[in-house]
């Protein structure tokens, strides 16, 4: 089985007291509801203020059918009561997370809707031609080409953009290109993982200012780690809750997950020319000037069999952060839950492997005695050669 990371990091400075004005369209409000409700962390914790009056709606197994509540409160806004005062006074990691969720939400649904008719992109034009220029600044000029007198995108890259493909889909669909070098193809995905951060980051900081959260630095960062498969958990219509019980999750939109990329060396490439890089690393800068700094993660498909490590390193010290498949919590705990850690990895190369090697370079009996001695045994030789050239010439 093949395993991918998902991480999300939203950083936020708190210190300033400026809100959101504009209210949420219908739409809006029965995408959040949905998200929420869909989301154990978020429901728990905030699920309480969004007050729905409306039928409730169920499947054939008597869950509820979460698609059509969402329709019902479209065509009937009344329905839904949202206590924004309520949520505002919600850790701003929880308000953070719920805007992000959204954000991501909305981008999904506009990228699947421009992929059907222009009917169904309406509603998103306005947001979809933000996030086209954000991509058309970025992608390398192969992948334009001037159409009635307008720098356009390579049509066949629309196909690229689909939410639901994975890194390796999109890294074999690129290498087909022909109008693509191997840079250029690392350029593309480069291009639409910044496009993907720069709307979302956007997006959710309205969304977040809108829920009433306050902050005078906002980041908002979508991270992937692993292989660049598919992998079962991973926005595949379905998330745990803390009981471990399977819930319906966000639409599947594997796609929007951006991984750091690199080039295979051209001896070992089969279908594709890129592949991720496992253990992606972000730099970031503290708010400073005695500010409150907080760090939220949202950890989206966990591995079972290796334990998803998150590790923060500041001021020459580090902490480790350890994952649930269960709970989709992080702990410092490294018993928190199974599966083999990143740490334990680290500490069985240092202990074994390393350990061995260190004591054979470096140990009584490594290569640095054996150097040392050989040394010790030249120079006795030359002063003992050096005494008997001076007895035979006396």
């Not at 009561?81 to 997370?97: N, T």
Request: glycine share 6%.
């Amino acid at each position: 089985m093949k395993y991918v990371y998902t991480l999300l990091i939203s950083f936020v400075s708190l210190a300033s007291f400026s809100q959101g004005s504009t209210d949420f369209t219908a739409e809006d409000r029965a995408y959040l509801f949905h998200i929420v409700k869909k989301s154990p962390i978020l429901d728990n914790s905030i699920g309480r203020y969004f007050e729905y009056s409306g039928p409730q709606i169920r499947l054939m197994n008597k869950e509820l059918n979460y698609d059509s509540i969402e329709s019902y409160i479209i065509n009937n806004p009344n329905s839904l009561f949202i206590r924004k005062g309520e949520i505002e006074k919600s850790p701003k990691g929880i308000i953070a997370e719920a805007a992000n969720k959204m954000a991501l939400w909305e981008l999904n649904k506009m990228l699947l809707a421009s992929r059907q008719s222009e009917n169904d992109l309406e509603r998103y034009k306005t947001q979809y031609n933000q996030f086209e220029g954000i991509l058309k600044s970025k992608l390398p000029p192969s992948a334009m080409k001037t159409e009635n007198g307008n720098l356009e995108i390579q049509k066949k890259l629309f196909a690229v953009l689909n939410p639901g493909l994975s890194f390796n889909d999109k890294a074999a669909m690129l290498a087909t290109f022909n109008f693509l070098t191997v840079d250029d193809q690392l350029a593309t995905i480069e291009a639409m993982n910044y496009a993907t951060n720069a709307y979302v980051e956007k997006r959710a900081y309205e969304i977040f200012l809108q829920l009433g959260g306050t902050a005078t630095t906002f980041k908002n960062i979508l991270i992937a780690a692993g292989d660049g498969s598919e992998t079962s958990g991973l926005l595949n219509e379905r998330e745990k809750d803390e009981n471990g019980k399977w819930n319906k999750g966000l639409p599947k939109a594997i796609g929007l997950f951006p991984y750091d990329a690199k080039i295979i060396e051209a001896s070992k490439r089969n279908k594709t020319a890129l592949e991720p890089i496992r253990m992606p690393a972000i730099d970031f800068e503290t708010a400073g000037d005695n500010k409150l700094t907080q760090l939220h993660f949202d950890v989206w498909g966990y591995n079972t069999k290796k334990q998803t490590t998150v590790v923060i390193e500041r001021n020459g010290q580090s902490y480790h952060l350890f994952g649930s498949n269960d709970t989709r919590f992080l702990s410092p705990d490294s018993t928190y839950s199974d599966g083999k850690t990143f740490q334990a990895v680290v500490n069985e190369l240092e202990k074994d492997k390393v350990a061995k090697l260190w004591d054979k370079i470096y140990g009584k009996r490594g290569y640095d005695y054996d150097i040392e001695t050989a040394n010790e045994k030249r120079t006795r030789l030359k002063r003992k050669s050096t005494r008997t050239n001076t007895s035979t010439q006396t």
